[in-house]
């Protein structure tokens, strides 16, 4: 998929919004990029996963990761495309650890993947849990990166289906506030 086929698809979807937003890492954003509204569509979110699979078919991965919640249905799905395993992060007590049973062996090579990016936070807490149950972090698949290229995994690379430069602001300096635009909290706490 191309980017403007990804980007047309998330429009399609309603999953690319405007207007006032309070981000997952606390900054404020004129856009917004609501995952589910996309990935409730299954057929879409098959054939996202498999351009991310395209793109690190010749990696050699043995295991797909995702952070908990969007990350679990994208770590499956491009795991069935890759003809791996998929297992998935999950926080507890406020720090990101594998449950359930999942473990990975020495060296296992692993593509870590992600729905949104903004800074990235999720995605490196994640890179040191495969790290720390000794995998080897072979690279990291987004559907949208939102930081304009400034997102940086040290010595993992990454890529991403959609590039975003969208600008993202503290809560003291944010325009839209000064504005007096209506806030709105997206995501598992929000509307």
């Known amino acids: 998929m191309t980017e403007k086929e990804v980007y047309d698809l998330l429009v ?10 309070v981000l997952t890492s606390s900054r404020h954003s004129q856009y917004y990029v609501e995952k589910f509204n996309v990935l409730q569509h299954p057929k879409y979110t098959e054939k996202l996963c498999q351009a991310l699979a395209e793109h690190f078919k010749d990696e050699n991965i043995e295991t797909v990761v995702g952070p908990v919640t969007g990350g679990i249905i994208l770590a499956h799905e491009t795991g069935k ?21 999942f473990n990975l062996h ?3 090579r ?8 903004t800074t990235g936070g999720s995605v490196k807490e994640v890179i040191d849990v495969v790290k720390n149950f000794g995998g080897v972090p072979v690279a990291v698949g987004m559907l949208v990166d939102r930081s304009g290229g400034k997102v940086n995994f040290g010595d993992v690379p990454h890529f991403a289906l959609l590039n975003m430069n969208v600008e993202t602001y503290e809560p ?3 325009p839209l506030c000064e504005k007096n635009i209506p806030l709105t909290k997206r995501g598992s706490t929000g509307k």
């Open 81 to 101: 495309a890759l003809g791996t395993r998929a297992i998935f992060t999950e926080r507890v007590e406020g720090k990101m650890t594998f449950r359930r049973g």
């Open 106 to 108: 020495e060296g296992e």
């Open 12 to 21: 399609e979807t309603n999953a690319i919004m405007e207007g006032h937003f």
């Open 172 to 174: 003291e300096n944010c």
């Open 110 to 117: 692993v593509l870590i993947v992600e729905d949104i990016v």
